[in-house]
């Protein structure tokens, strides 16, 4: 990457949610900035912090955030948060009063870039009169069903009753009722609208920075430009920007390359629910049981916290794996970019998490869509209606599973899919690549932080 001449070194300053649908594209962008000249600190909380000793080339202050001993899985997400704003904030103004006081080779500080979860950056750059970026990790389709749903909430259309879930909303179609962030069924709960409304509202930060291309997400930026009237810089997907950065905070099998090695072009189902997804032991039982009769090679990443309070594994019937030796390899975690890469990877059975998604259509691999929550069913909905490159399951039992995979392992409607993923592919390549819509808003980004700096 062409890198921009400075006359001084400036610093950026990284400040992650951490958890790691989040810490992967903050990473990525401190690579991506760190490669046009800029120095790097990451503001990091002492909880799930990646191993700072795998990247050298930045930074690391860490946050004491006393979560050590503290239920932080996804069921207590909103105390998570709120436990962090409170205790990061007083640490987090220390370093950069500190930083701010020296006279640093690493440079001057042009700027903050936050998630905007992080609460507590806004509050401290406020005071100390520095300038801040929002990053979104999530699309901006996302962003704007946010922004209808409150519009529907304050014209009391919703609550509606369950009849009214597939009727399509016609400000965000082809999203329908079903799809919105929050339960359009359920009276949703103060603290819960109340942590979403600031988490979308960007303060007085001076920009967005947004991990998503023109080519997916065009109308909804162009709309969202209107509402917060700052500059929108949509330079995704980062990791295409960032090929060789190790971002997996859990350790990573390796050995599931070599087996996937094993397997024939395009045949093998990956199957992964993200970081944060959490299921029953019902539904274990049942995508077990789908797995088995789909009767297709599969590589299944059962994370131990899969199931709430137990190691899934354990729960996986001596049977299944029994009838699933020959053709299937289930692990903890996996180098998951190398194996949406393989050749042996024809489908991706996915919660629709942003990152898995824009990995898998990056190397051309459709999908079966399970959302859990918030952008997933938006994702998951643009995958099936829009770009045509996912499959929306009938139901969530062992027989919607099963056809699923069928539809998309060895039906000609997977064909055509897995065609058309790799368009879309092409599509984002292009988008990144020199003149492309991501390369050149990257471009105005990098000037856009210069002249914040020189702006202070
Ligand atoms: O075995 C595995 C499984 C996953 N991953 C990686 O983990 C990340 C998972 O991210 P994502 O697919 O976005 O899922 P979540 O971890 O669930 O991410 C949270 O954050 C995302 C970005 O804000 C949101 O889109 C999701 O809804 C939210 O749950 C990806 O980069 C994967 O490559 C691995 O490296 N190995």
Same mark, same amino acid.
């Given at each position: 990457?062409?890198?921009?001449?400075?006359?001084?070194?400036?610093?950026?300053?990284?400040?992650?949610?951490?958890?790691?649908?989040?810490?992967?594209?903050?990473?990525?962008?401190?690579?991506?900035?760190?490669?046009?000249?800029?120095?790097?600190?990451?503001?990091?909380?002492?909880?799930?912090?990646?191993?700072?000793?795998?990247?050298?080339?930045?930074?690391?202050?860490?946050?004491?955030?006393?979560?050590?001993?503290?239920?932080?899985?996804?069921?207590?997400?909103?105390?998570?948060?709120?436990?962090?704003?409170?205790?990061?904030?007083?640490?987090?103004?220390?370093?950069?009063?500190?930083?701010?006081?020296?006279?640093?080779?690493?440079?001057?500080?042009?700027?903050?870039?936050?998630?905007?979860?992080?609460?507590?950056?806004?509050?401290?750059?406020?005071?100390?009169?520095?300038?801040?970026?929002?990053?979104?990790?999530?699309?901006?389709?996302?962003?704007?069903?946010?922004?209808?749903?409150?519009?529907?909430?304050?014209?009391?259309?919703?609550?509606?009753?369950?009849?009214?879930?597939?009727?399509?909303?016609?400000?965000?179609?082809?999203?329908?009722?079903?799809?919105?962030?929050?339960?359009?069924?359920?009276?949703?709960?103060?603290?819960?609208?109340?942590?979403?409304?600031?988490?979308?509202?960007?303060?007085? %930060?001076? @920009? #967005? &920075?947004?991990?998503? !291309?023109?080519?997916?997400?065009?109308?909804? /930026?162009?709309?969202?430009? $209107?509402? *917060?009237?700052?500059?929108?810089?949509?330079?995704?997907?980062?990791?295409?920007?960032?090929?060789?950065?190790?971002?997996?905070?859990?350790?990573?099998?390796?050995?599931?390359?070599?087996?996937?090695?094993?397997?024939?072009?395009?045949?093998?189902?990956?199957?992964?629910?993200? %970081?944060? @997804? #959490? &299921?029953?032991?019902? !539904?274990?039982?049942?995508?077990?049981?789908? /797995?088995?009769?789909?009767? $297709?090679? *599969?590589?299944?990443?059962?994370?131990?916290?899969?199931?709430?309070?137990?190691?899934?594994?354990?729960?996986?019937?001596?049977?299944?794996?029994?009838?699933?030796?020959?053709?299937?390899?289930?692990?903890?975690?996996?180098?998951?970019?190398?194996?949406?890469?393989?050749?042996?990877?024809?489908?991706?059975?996915?919660?629709?998490?942003?990152?898995?998604?824009?990995?898998?259509?990056?190397?051309?691999?459709?999908?079966?869509?399970?959302?859990?929550?918030?952008?997933?069913?938006?994702?998951?909905?643009?995958?099936?209606?829009?770009?045509?490159?996912?499959?929306?399951?009938?139901?969530?039992?062992?027989?919607?599973?099963?056809?699923?995979?069928?539809?998309?392992?060895?039906?000609?409607?997977?064909?055509?899919?897995?065609?058309?993923?790799?368009?879309?592919?092409?599509?984002?390549?292009?988008?990144?690549?020199?003149?492309?819509?991501?390369?050149?808003?990257?471009?105005?980004?990098?000037?856009?932080?210069?002249?914040?700096?020189?702006?202070?």
């Amino acid at each position: 990457m062409e890198k921009l001449g400075f006359e001084r070194r400036q610093r950026v300053v990284l400040v992650p949610f951490p958890f790691q649908g989040h810490i992967t594209p903050m990473l990525q962008l401190g690579s991506i900035f760190h490669s046009k000249g800029f120095s790097i600190t990451i503001a990091q909380t002492k909880f799930n912090s990646p191993n700072p000793s795998n990247y050298p080339e930045f930074t690391f202050l860490p946050l004491s955030d006393n979560l050590d001993n503290y239920d932080t899985s996804f069921c207590n997400m909103l105390n998570v948060i709120s436990f962090v704003n409170t205790n990061c904030e007083g640490p987090f103004e220390d370093y950069m009063v500190q930083m701010l006081g020296e006279e640093d080779v690493q440079g001057e500080v042009a700027c903050i870039v936050y998630d905007p979860i992080m609460n507590f950056v806004n509050v401290v750059a406020n005071k100390l009169n520095l300038p801040t970026i929002v990053l979104k990790t999530t699309p901006a389709t996302y962003m704007q069903s946010q922004v209808v749903m409150f519009q529907l909430l304050e014209e009391k259309l919703i609550p509606l009753p369950e009849s009214q879930l597939q009727v399509s909303i016609p400000q965000i179609h082809p999203l329908r009722f079903k799809d919105l962030p929050l339960p359009a069924t359920d009276k949703i709960p103060q603290d819960v609208l109340d942590f979403t409304q600031s988490y979308m509202d960007i303060k007085s %930060s001076s @920009a #967005i &920075i947004w991990n998503t !291309a023109n080519t997916l997400d065009h109308y909804p /930026l162009q709309q969202l430009q $209107q509402h *917060f009237r700052v500059p929108i810089f949509p330079i995704g997907p980062f990791h295409k920007l960032a090929p060789n950065l190790t971002t997996s905070l859990m350790e990573e099998d390796n050995g599931c390359l070599s087996w996937l090695d094993k397997q024939a072009p395009n045949s093998v189902i990956y199957v992964s629910f993200g %970081s944060l @997804a #959490i &299921i029953d032991e019902n !539904a274990l039982l049942e995508i077990a049981r789908g /797995l088995a009769k789909s009767e $297709q090679p *599969f590589l299944w990443v059962v994370r131990p916290s899969l199931l709430n309070g137990s190691n899934a594994m354990d729960f996986l019937p001596e049977d299944f794996k029994e009838r699933t030796r020959e053709r299937g390899c289930i692990v903890k975690w996996v180098p998951q970019r190398k194996v949406l890469a393989h050749p042996a990877v024809g489908g991706f059975f996915s919660h629709c998490g942003w990152n898995s998604t824009l990995e898998s259509i990056c190397e051309g691999v459709p999908l079966i869509c399970m959302p859990f929550f918030t952008d997933q069913m938006v994702i998951a909905r643009y995958m099936n209606y829009v770009w045509k490159v996912g499959v929306e399951l009938e139901n969530v039992l062992e027989s919607g599973i099963e056809k699923g995979i069928r539809t998309l392992m060895v039906s000609e409607e997977g064909k055509v899919m897995r065609k058309r993923a790799f368009e879309m592919k092409l599509e984002l390549e292009q988008c990144i690549n020199g003149g492309g819509s991501s390369y050149e808003s990257l471009d105005q980004l990098v000037e856009f932080i210069v002249s914040l700096a020189g702006r202070k």
